[in-house]
């Protein structure tokens, strides 16, 4: 029999469950640009269809992604009425039917796939692999959001997703480096990990740590001390795949790591903030700070991209310094 609750519930209308979609967050999909861009710079290969594919394939991240959505906040629903903001949420406030929630899903879901049939190959089978991160984050019997630390990391791959999706856009004959792929995704994993300490430190603030364990079951095994030290270990890891890729594919992109650091360093203040946008990553175009040094940083890359800078390539050399170079020796 249906709770009072329930029953005191409006029944949703259409535009309800296309919010469920969250086509507010499009922004997340500018990690799909990096893709774009070093697949050029690194491949030089024919733009004849690019335009094409790019059109089409961001069509795709962006119909698996809002059927990742779907099915996010529709199992979601009893969790996140214990969320300060997100009881907010249609799924929580509103009555739905699970039927047409499930025909949402699928409908998403069908026309990502089926476009990304077209573009064929590998971007197929990564499209594939887009949808499945989504029901492994958020269904059971793994449901990866209740576990703690695992939750990071599964939610975090879909930024080397996305990135290969870019790539695959403008070079469907390769795939991106491994190295940048883990970069991307320890990077990913900082922004995650620095999302989850500023809504373990605001809520627990405001509620208290039960009431936020209601509405995250991982956070149960979290402290504020073990988020700042797991995003100071990702950041780190970030570097070091960061560092590799950039040695080995393009020397000339290590002028830009003190402008990346910088990036990390900002985006990590921002997660100390009461109120955060850390918390809402959509929203981070709203931080003017952000926003500048995310552009001084891409300026910089883009570049890096087309400038090369011959006398960098003794980076890559093994070399010493005589110790009768330096100034006071003596022979």
């Known amino acids: 029999m249906p709770s009072t609750a329930t029953l005191d519930r409006k029944t949703a209308r259409l535009r309800d469950y296309l919010t469920l979609a969250r086509f507010d967050h499009i922004t997340k999909h500018v990690f799909i640009i990096p893709g774009l861009i070093l697949a050029y710079a690194l491949r030089e290969p ?80 990564f499209s594939i692999v887009f949808l499945a991160s989504g029901l492994v984050y958020n269904v059971q019997p793994i449901r990866s959001k209740d576990r703690p630390f695992l939750d990071v990391i599964s939610e975090s791959v879909n930024n080397p997703i996305r ?47 039960e009431t936020l364990t209601r509405y995250r079951k991982s956070f149960a095994g979290y402290t504020a001390e073990s988020l700042v030290v797991s995003c100071l270990v990702y950041a780190m890891l970030s570097s070091f795949f960061l560092g590799v890729f950039l040695i080995k594919y393009r020397v000339e992109y290590v002028l830009a790591f003190p402008f990346i650091a910088g990036l990390f360093g900002c985006y990590l203040w921002l997660s100390m903030l009461p109120d955060s946008i850390a918390q809402r990553p959509e929203r981070m175009f709203r931080s003017r700070r952000l926003m500048a040094t ?34 006071g020796h003596r022979k």
Do not use: C
Not at 46 to 73: C, M
Not at 100 to 110: I, K, M, N, S, T
Not at 173 to 199: D, I, N
């Open 46 to 125: 024919s733009l004849l269809d690019a335009p094409q594919r790019v059109v089409i394939g961001f069509v795709v991240a962006i119909a698996i992604a809002s059927a990742n959505y779907v099915i996010n906040e529709w199992l979601d629903r009893e969790f996140d009425a214990h969320h300060p903001s997100k009881h907010h949420r249609k799924a929580v406030s509103l009555q739905l039917s699970p039927a047409l929630v499930y025909v949402e899903y699928l409908a998403f879901a069908g026309v990502g796939l089926s476009l990304a049939a077209w573009m064929g190959g590998s971007f197929f089978v």
């Open 294 to 327: 995310l552009g001084v940083t891409v300026s910089v890359l883009l570049v890096l991209s087309f400038l090369d800078l011959a006398g960098l390539s003794t980076l890559t050399n093994r070399s010493f310094t005589p110790a009768d170079m330096l100034p």
């Open 163 to 209: 990135l290969t999706l870019g790539w695959l856009m403008i070079d469907p004959s390769s795939m991106p480096p491994v190295s940048l792929l883990l970069a991307y995704w320890t990077g990913g994993a900082f922004l995650m990990g620095s999302k989850r300490l500023s809504e373990y430190r605001d809520i627990t603030a405001a509620v208290g740590l």
